[in-house]
T-cell receptor, first 114, second 114 residues
Framework: AQSVTQPDIHITVSEGASLELRCNYS??????LFWYVQSPGQGLQLLLK??????LVQGIKGFEAEFKRSQSSFNLRKPSVHWSDAAEYFC????????????FGQGTRLTINP | ETGVTQSPTHLIKTRGQQVTLRCSSQ?????VSWYQQALGQGPQFIFQ???????GRGNFPPRFSGLQFPNYSSELNVNALELDDSALYLC?????????????FGSGTRLTVV
C-alpha cells in the first residue's frame, strides 16, 4: 500500500533563511510525487510534481524538490523563504494504475519569523 | 478559465442527519475526486467519478456516496452523520490524459457535526 511520511509536523524558519521539508514515501513501483501548499481556509495548490526524468524538479514560487529513489524521499527546498510562504505543506504520492488517487502525508506547518 | 467551485463553504449538521455537498468542475475537466481532510491531517481519498461512473473508492463506508452529472459537476452525499465526519471536504477536478493528476482543487466545504 502507498504511504507518505512527513516527519516534521511544524517547522519555524526566519525570513530569508533556506528551507527543506522532508518527505518519505512507500510505494511498490515508480511513483508519481507531488508537493501541495494549503493556506488557511484555502484548497490545495500544486507546487511541483515528479513523474519521470530529471530527479530535480522546479516548481512555482521558487520551490524545488529532489527525487531520491535509494532513500524513497522527495524533499522540498527553497533557498530563501518569504513571509508569504507560511502555510501547510503536503507531500503526496500517486500510482500509475486505476483511479488517479493521491495519498497524502500528514503535512508540515511552516511558520516564518520576521 | 473558471476554477473549481464548492458549495456551501460552511455548514453545521446534527448527528444522524444527511448532508449534500456540491462541486462545479473546472471547465474542460471530466473527472471529479473527493477528499476528506480532518483537522490536522492530510486529505484522504473518498472516491472519484469519471463520465458519471464511480472510478475508484477509498476506505470509506457506503453511507458516503456520490453523483456526477452530464455537465461534470458532482455531489457528495453523507448519510447518518457521525461526529467524526466533521472535516474539510475537498473536491478536485482533472482531465485524464493531459499529464495525469492534473488536479485543480476547490477551497472546500467545512462540515461540522454536532
Amino acid at each position: 500500500a502507498q504511504s507518505v511520511t512527513q516527519p516534521d509536523i511544524h517547522i519555524t524558519v526566519s525570513e530569508g533563511a533556506s528551507l527543506e521539508l522532508r518527505c518519505n514515501y512507500s510505494y511498490g513501483a515508480t511513483p508519481y510525487l507531488f508537493w501541495y501548499v494549503q493556506s488557511p481556509g484555502q484548497g490545495l495548490q500544486l507546487l511541483l510534481k515528479y513523474f519521470s526524468g530529471d530527479t530535480l524538479v522546479q516548481g512555482i514560487k521558487g520551490f524545488e524538490a529532489e527525487f531520491k529513489r535509494s532513500q524513497s524521499s522527495f524533499n522540498l527546498r527553497k533557498p530563501s523563504v518569504h513571509w508569504s510562504d507560511a502555510a501547510e505543506y503536503f507531500c503526496a504520492v500517486g500510482g500509475l494504475q486505476g483511479a488517479q488517487k493521491l495519498v497524502f502525508g500528514q503535512g508540515t506547518r511552516l511558520t516564518i519569523n520576521p | 478559465e473558471t476554477g473549481v467551485t464548492q458549495s456551501p463553504t460552511h455548514l453545521i449538521k446534527t448527528r444522524g442527519q444527511q448532508v449534500t455537498l456540491r462541486c462545479s468542475s473546472q471547465s474542460g475537466h471530466n473527472t471529479v475526486s473527493w477528499y476528506q481532510q480532518a483537522l490536522g491531517q492530510g486529505p484522504q481519498f473518498i472516491f472519484q467519478y469519471y463520465r458519471e461512473e464511480e472510478n475508484g473508492r477509498g476506505n470509506f463506508p457506503p453511507r458516503f456516496s456520490g453523483l456526477q452529472f452530464p455537465n461534470y459537476s458532482s455531489e457528495l452525499n453523507v448519510n447518518a452523520l457521525e461526529l467524526d465526519d466533521s472535516a474539510l471536504y475537498l473536491c478536485a477536478s482533472s482531465q485524464p490524459g493531459q499529464g495525469g493528476y492534473g488536479y485543480t482543487f476547490g477551497s472546500g466545504t467545512r462540515l461540522t457535526v454536532v
